[in-house]
């Protein structure tokens, strides 16, 4: 049995933002609060940056009706950052800052990367002898986490890109004269997001070809594909990954070398245009290019109920693991075999199993004031596990190989029935004035 | 008293599409199809290019219930083009097809080239003496239409221009390093689109800086003001439409001449890319540019249902009034005085009122297999007019100079107060596995 740890709570978002986020913010902020061992709760501006420059606000000063409308709210309340952590000197500071404001119980919500650094965080102050459990909560939109079966912010950008491809297939249709319609989805390396076009095959409007950052792109084949379609249909509807690569690796988008974000990954952007351009030279015909960009990630208008569920319980499962005694793990999802698509959570380790294992019915439960009232196919079960944070960081999970088709131009049924349960669900967001009534917090800073 | 007329009824569409066109369609099929006089109801495939091939499709055989999911189906569903009548050939052939399928009402959907060709015929018709009532059905996101005080297809564009850059305003500051964004939005000579940015001011997340096509856009001043606001604030956000223009005349998005479409207009795009490079040169900021494209006119998941409502009353009105013996006129709309914004109405004759005069609780009525439960802000009123073809015909209305502010860098409270109703309320679509189920229409061709 784990001796209670008494103490105050630190919550901190790194990477980029999701639809849902905030709606894990909100699970490990609501349980923290409500949690007696928990003495305080506070959270980080920007991430690591706030906690490296002791710049903390008090959640518990915070309106719980603000507090609850972080739901619903697009990308990081608290602010994130993409700071990596450089050497022992941060890790001191941030030892530092933990010893002075009491800090026992540590929760950092983002992608690889964060999980890494959750993973040196634990390490270090399992070291220096300081007890405080440290539980990484996942985020990404590119659901390209290991260890876990899908991750939250997955689904609600999978249900915006699903619907935003039916619609812009009816709108590219309508023309005598015929198009060839070139949509860019977000994904460096793994193509979940740009493989979710194809769950508009349910609204009869799919994509005619799909191109994954898996597979090496040929642009021949790539160009004899499209205009044949187009010969065929009149029309041509190609969702493309930004991060299809030559097979020497060189990315199609030609981004500039220069220009990378903090993390050292190069900045993307402008492949649609580049493709629509060769196309367009090609076939003569009407091309339009279509970068998704930045709304598929903050499109939470139409997030997934389930997913918000989801990204509630990773939060809320979060501290009640940690208050339980676990650390140096992440909250990661389990689908129950036979329950909408196959398991494709681990390929590393089993991790051990949480003190919560919590199906959907739970979820609901857990998030009840969402007025969710329907979750899912009705077949779709994943429960919460914790995996060690080293299966987790730095790792990514691509889509396998057996989830395209042999030509490397679509998805597979397997990929539709794996991604269509995490997009169900419509979220009964608040509105005002017709437009949505985002979270706004007082971040009263910790003095 | 007009005499009854006994006949066929035609309708097509034009134009570029819109999230509402087809509620229009509902409106003047269904009418159409519960009216005696009206014998029988046909769709023309691709506007007036299936006249004039005489490929129409028999409207009186499709199934009511997906007739009836056209009001949340964006895009037009029998097909569009942007093919303007010619010569007088044209308008024989477009008689000869009339004539052979006894067609005594011809109801058109579209913008201002739309109304045009709709007058033309109506002209031709006349002359000749071959008695048929001419209706056109007003459509454009771009809300240019002139005669009307605004024009179905817009509110819902606007809803979507304003959540969306609610959503992006919260992306956009998440990170301590600070951002400047740039969102495209349509619109070539009138910033209607463009100018709905501001109403994400009612989200608490309004874009810094708005420049419309209506002023001469001054780079100098643009790359100040935005750097300016970047340094004050760490984040920077700006709308700006595609059709902005330097005081000469040419466009900023520098389109190259030869890329038009059909009507002879510049293809726009690229202008946020243009502009992002600028800036970043400028500012050494990191700068992401996002172009709406496409889904701002085919976002039906985000269409207003006040703007639904109105599109279905517009169709339904075209037919009623057609049936009551006018011809040679479009439907619009007049915003009773002191009802959410001032009239804009017409800055031409004041047309005469049709038969029906009709407001929202109508509208509603109307509309009432929607599950429309709330329209507006409760003040808002609009009520349906006929207007003369002459009048909406091939003149563009644009954003007064007095609802812009001085410096040219933002709407003004009239602007919000005008467009603010138009966004109210919102659809109850239907979904099937979490995605739209639009309308799938038989199209059987009239043999």
Redesign the interface.
């Given at each position: 049995m784990t001796q209670k740890l008494a103490g105050g709570c630190l919550f901190a978002q790194s990477g980029g933002?999701t639809s849902v986020i905030n709606a894990s913010a909100y699970g490990v902020i609501k349980t923290s609060l409500e949690t007696p061992e928990i003495t305080h709760v506070y959270g980080a501006?920007?991430g690591i940056?706030g906690i490296l420059g002791d710049t903390l606000y008090d959640l518990g000063k915070e309106d719980p009706q603000e507090l609850s409308l972080l739901l619903n709210?697009?990308?990081?309340a608290l602010?994130?950052?993409?700071y990596k952590i450089k050497d022992r000197s941060d890790l001191d500071r941030l030892y530092e800052v933990f010893q002075k404001h009491n800090i026992r119980y540590f929760f950092y919500n983002g992608g690889n990367d964060s999980m890494d650094t959750c993973l040196k965080v634990d390490d270090y102050l399992h070291e220096v002898g300081y007890e405080c459990r440290v539980i990484g909560v996942p985020k990404t939109i590119d659901n390209d986490l290991d260890g876990t079966d899908h991750c939250p912010g997955y689904g609600s950008a999978a249900?915006y890109i699903?619907?935003?491809v039916?619609?812009?297939y009816?709108?590219?249709?309508?023309?005598?004269?015929g198009t060839i319609?070139i949509i860019e989805i977000m994904g460096r390396n793994a193509g979940w997001l740009t493989g979710a076009s194809a769950?508009?095959e349910?609204?009869?409007?799919p994509p005619d070809l799909i191109y994954l950052p898996e597979i090496p792109f040929d642009m021949g084949y790539f160009l004899y594909k499209t205009e044949s379609m187009y010969k065929a249909k009149n029309n041509c509807l190609v969702a493309v990954s930004e991060g299809i690569r030559y097979p020497g690796g060189s990315l199609v988008s030609d981004a500039k070398p220069s220009a990378t974000d903090?993390f050292g990954h190069a900045q993307l952007?402008?492949l649609a245009?580049t493709l629509s351009d060769i196309v367009k030279q090609r076939t003569g015909a009407k091309v339009?290019g279509?970068?998704l960009?930045?709304?598929q990630?903050?499109?939470?208008?139409?997030a997934?109920q389930t997913d918000i569920d989801e990204a509630f319980l990773a939060g809320k499962s979060a501290v009640e693991c940690a208050v339980a005694g676990e650390t140096g793990k992440m909250v990661a999802f389990e689908r129950e075999q036979g329950s909408g698509g196959g398991n494709n959570g681990g390929s590393g380790n089993i991790g051990e199993s949480g003190s919560v294992n919590t199906g959907n019915t739970a979820a609901i439960d857990a998030a009840a004031n969402t007025g969710a009232t329907a979750i899912g196919?009705g077949q779709y079960k994943c429960n919460v596990v914790l995996r060690p944070l080293a299966i987790c960081a730095n790792s990514e999970k691509t889509v396998p190989r057996e989830w395209i088709n042999e030509t490397g131009t679509y998805v597979t049924q397997d990929f539709i029935d794996y991604a269509?349960p995490l997009?169900?669900?419509?979220n009964t967001r608040a509105?005002?004035?017709?437009?949505?009534?985002?979270a706004?917090l007082k971040k009263e800073l910790v003095t």
């Amino acid at each position: 049995m784990t001796q209670k740890l008494a103490g105050g709570c630190l919550f901190a978002q790194s990477g980029g933002p999701t639809s849902v986020i905030n709606a894990s913010a909100y699970g490990v902020i609501k349980t923290s609060l409500e949690t007696p061992e928990i003495t305080h709760v506070y959270g980080a501006s920007h991430g690591i940056m706030g906690i490296l420059g002791d710049t903390l606000y008090d959640l518990g000063k915070e309106d719980p009706q603000e507090l609850s409308l972080l739901l619903n709210t697009p990308s990081s309340a608290l602010g994130s950052c993409r700071y990596k952590i450089k050497d022992r000197s941060d890790l001191d500071r941030l030892y530092e800052v933990f010893q002075k404001h009491n800090i026992r119980y540590f929760f950092y919500n983002g992608g690889n990367d964060s999980m890494d650094t959750c993973l040196k965080v634990d390490d270090y102050l399992h070291e220096v002898g300081y007890e405080c459990r440290v539980i990484g909560v996942p985020k990404t939109i590119d659901n390209d986490l290991d260890g876990t079966d899908h991750c939250p912010g997955y689904g609600s950008a999978a249900k915006y890109i699903a619907t935003t491809v039916a619609e812009v297939y009816h709108d590219s249709i309508v023309y005598d004269t015929g198009t060839i319609t070139i949509i860019e989805i977000m994904g460096r390396n793994a193509g979940w997001l740009t493989g979710a076009s194809a769950l508009a095959e349910l609204s009869g409007a799919p994509p005619d070809l799909i191109y994954l950052p898996e597979i090496p792109f040929d642009m021949g084949y790539f160009l004899y594909k499209t205009e044949s379609m187009y010969k065929a249909k009149n029309n041509c509807l190609v969702a493309v990954s930004e991060g299809i690569r030559y097979p020497g690796g060189s990315l199609v988008s030609d981004a500039k070398p220069s220009a990378t974000d903090g993390f050292g990954h190069a900045q993307l952007g402008g492949l649609a245009a580049t493709l629509s351009d060769i196309v367009k030279q090609r076939t003569g015909a009407k091309v339009r290019g279509i970068e998704l960009s930045l709304l598929q990630r903050c499109g939470a208008h139409l997030a997934s109920q389930t997913d918000i569920d989801e990204a509630f319980l990773a939060g809320k499962s979060a501290v009640e693991c940690a208050v339980a005694g676990e650390t140096g793990k992440m909250v990661a999802f389990e689908r129950e075999q036979g329950s909408g698509g196959g398991n494709n959570g681990g390929s590393g380790n089993i991790g051990e199993s949480g003190s919560v294992n919590t199906g959907n019915t739970a979820a609901i439960d857990a998030a009840a004031n969402t007025g969710a009232t329907a979750i899912g196919t009705g077949q779709y079960k994943c429960n919460v596990v914790l995996r060690p944070l080293a299966i987790c960081a730095n790792s990514e999970k691509t889509v396998p190989r057996e989830w395209i088709n042999e030509t490397g131009t679509y998805v597979t049924q397997d990929f539709i029935d794996y991604a269509l349960p995490l997009i169900q669900g419509e979220n009964t967001r608040a509105l005002e004035n017709g437009l949505p009534r985002f979270a706004q917090l007082k971040k009263e800073l910790v003095t």
